[in-house]
């Protein structure tokens, strides 16, 4: 794999490391600014719309600027959102840095799946996404865990610092590493919007906002559910947290190798999985070695979903991949808000702690039902040649 893809992780590990350290250190950031818990909660809220929001925004403003300098200018604008968290005087500051931070999350990952998938072969494309998604899987297993440990201990301001300087490496990576592809030749505003006429693009986005937002319909609620229904301690959460982000890990790694071999048997296979167990997690739940288990499961799963799911996007948007491939990172997170809702709603509705994990099971189950309606109607249409300009060749290193 080319080197360019490690400067790709590393900002991806940046990425990830800020957008969940934040809820472990809720508490202490209230306290500092005298708000609530669930004030302090906008945070994470703000976070996931500024994502939604950015992931299409960024880009269009990108269209005119060639791929290597549009992620150094998203790495310096994260760098600046988390650097301004760190030194917020209110909370309302702290508010803006981390909308700030959060319009480059989904361009970055977009653009960096385009970049990604152009550096190697055509066969090589998905593996060579999820090396860039592995910066964000490590970054559950060591990102988040060691950034709570040290706002914890010295101090949150500190651990938006060390983000901040991670952005910085990101940056310099990006810089010496990414080779300065060119712009692809007449790719404008008009051409990228049109890959949205594509019902298979709009059907690979439904797929990641029901797929991966199953994943968060129980994710969401695994500190009460392991503390009230498996008899967990509140300590124990932590590594729970970890075991979920190894199994991200592992699961990307597997979408990735698989998803270049067989894309579609690999969607089955995974949101079906993910369906059966997420179900299977009502029942588990009540036993600690078994939730456990079904937690680091549930977290391949559906990280198994993420490399075949983006390369889709990729191939059907054709020449002009890079805003499909944005929006398409805006749909995991608009998932996540998505299922995070329906959850809370079946808890609030007294069905108990275990409820969220049916409402995962049904929105995997309509991801694997939406892929299989998917390859069905590529099977009976012709043929068709793209409607945009095709993607230069591939750079090899």
Same mark, same amino acid.
């Given at each position: 794999?080319?080197?360019?893809?490690?400067?790709?992780?590393?900002?991806?590990?940046?990425?990830?490391?800020?957008?969940?350290?934040?809820?472990?250190?809720?508490?202490?950031?209230?306290?500092?600014?005298?708000?609530?818990? !669930?004030?302090?909660?906008?945070?994470?809220?703000?976070?996931?719309?500024?994502?939604?929001?950015?992931?299409?925004?960024?880009?269009?403003?990108?269209?005119?600027?060639?791929?290597?300098?549009?992620?150094?200018? #998203?790495?310096?604008?994260?760098?600046?959102?988390?650097?301004?968290?760190?030194?917020?005087?209110?909370?309302?500051?702290?508010?803006?840095?981390?909308?700030?931070?959060?319009?480059?999350?989904?361009?970055?990952?977009?653009?960096?799946?385009?970049?990604?998938?152009?550096?190697?072969?055509?066969?090589?494309?998905?593996?060579?996404?999820?090396?860039?998604?592995?910066?964000?899987?490590?970054?559950?297993?060591?990102?988040?865990?060691?950034?709570?440990?040290?706002?914890?201990?010295?101090?949150?301001?500190?651990?938006?610092?060390?983000?901040?300087?991670?952005?910085?490496?990101?940056?310099?990576?990006?810089?010496?590493?990414?080779?300065?592809?060119?712009?692809?030749?007449?790719?404008?505003?008009?051409?990228?919007?049109?890959?949205?006429?594509?019902?298979?693009?709009? #059907?690979?986005? $439904?797929?990641?906002?029901?797929?991966?937002?199953?994943?968060?319909?129980?994710?969401?609620?695994?500190?009460?559910?392991?503390?009230?229904?498996?008899?967990?301690?509140?300590? $124990?959460?932590?590594?729970?947290?970890?075991?979920?982000?190894?199994?991200?890990?592992?699961?990307?790694?597997?979408?990735?190798?698989?998803?270049?071999?067989?894309?579609?048997?690999?969607?089955?296979?995974? =949101?079906?999985?993910?369906?059966?167990?997420?179900?299977?997690?009502?029942?588990?739940?009540?036993?600690?070695?078994?939730?456990?288990?079904?937690?680091?499961?549930?977290?391949?799963?559906?990280?198994?979903?993420? !490399?075949?799911?983006?390369? /889709?996007?990729?191939?059907?948007?054709?020449?002009?991949?890079? #805003?499909?491939?944005?929006?398409?990172?805006?749909?995991?997170? =608009?998932?996540?808000?998505?299922? $995070?809702?329906?959850?809370?709603?079946?808890?609030?509705?007294?069905?108990?702690?275990?409820?969220?994990?049916?409402?995962?099971?049904?929105?995997?189950?309509?991801?694997?039902?939406?892929?299989?309606?998917?390859?069905?109607?590529?099977?009976?249409? !012709?043929? /068709?040649?793209?409607?945009?300009?095709?993607?230069?060749? !591939?750079?090899?290193?």
């Amino acid at each position: 794999m080319p080197l360019a893809l490690l400067a790709l992780a590393i900002g991806a590990f940046g990425i990830g490391t800020t957008e969940f350290v934040v809820m472990g250190l809720l508490p202490e950031i209230a306290g500092d600014y005298g708000v609530s818990i !669930p004030t302090a909660g906008l945070l994470v809220t703000g976070y996931a719309v500024g994502v939604v929001l950015g992931a299409p925004l960024m880009t269009v403003l990108g269209t005119r600027t060639g791929r290597k300098t549009m992620l150094m200018l #998203l790495m310096g604008l994260f760098t600046v959102g988390n650097l301004l968290s760190a030194l917020a005087p209110s909370f309302g500051v702290m508010l803006a840095g981390r909308i700030v931070a959060s319009l480059a999350h989904g361009a970055f990952f977009g653009i960096g799946s385009v970049v990604a998938a152009d550096l190697v072969a055509p066969d090589r494309k998905a593996g060579a996404i999820a090396t860039m998604f592995t910066g964000l899987t490590v970054a559950n297993i060591v990102g988040v865990p060691l950034g709570t440990f040290i706002g914890q201990a010295v101090g949150w301001r500190t651990t938006f610092g060390v983000v901040a300087v991670l952005g910085v490496v990101g940056l310099l990576g990006i810089a010496r590493l990414v080779p300065d592809l060119p712009r692809p030749e007449g790719a404008h505003l008009r051409r990228e919007l049109a890959a949205f006429r594509n019902v298979q693009v709009v #059907l690979a986005m $439904a797929m990641t906002v029901l797929g991966f937002g199953g994943v968060f319909a129980a994710i969401t609620y695994i500190a009460p559910m392991m503390t009230h229904v498996a008899g967990y301690s509140d300590g $124990a959460v932590t590594w729970l947290l970890v075991l979920f982000g190894v199994g991200m890990f592992l699961g990307n790694l597997v979408g990735g190798r698989f998803a270049d071999r067989r894309l579609m048997p690999m969607l089955y296979a995974s =949101l079906g999985g993910l369906a059966v167990v997420l179900a299977l997690f009502t029942f588990t739940a009540h036993h600690k070695i078994l939730a456990a288990v079904t937690i680091l499961l549930v977290g391949a799963l559906g990280f198994a979903t993420v !490399p075949p799911l983006q390369k /889709r996007v990729l191939d059907q948007a054709h020449g002009a991949p890079t #805003l499909a491939s944005a929006v398409n990172i805006g749909a995991f997170n =608009l998932g996540n808000a998505l299922s $995070a809702w329906l959850g809370g709603i079946v808890i609030a509705a007294g069905l108990g702690y275990t409820a969220p994990n049916w409402v995962g099971a049904v929105l995997a189950a309509a991801a694997l039902a939406l892929a299989l309606w998917s390859a069905a109607l590529e099977r009976r249409s !012709p043929a /068709r040649e793209p409607v945009v300009a095709a993607v230069p060749a !591939p750079v090899h290193q």
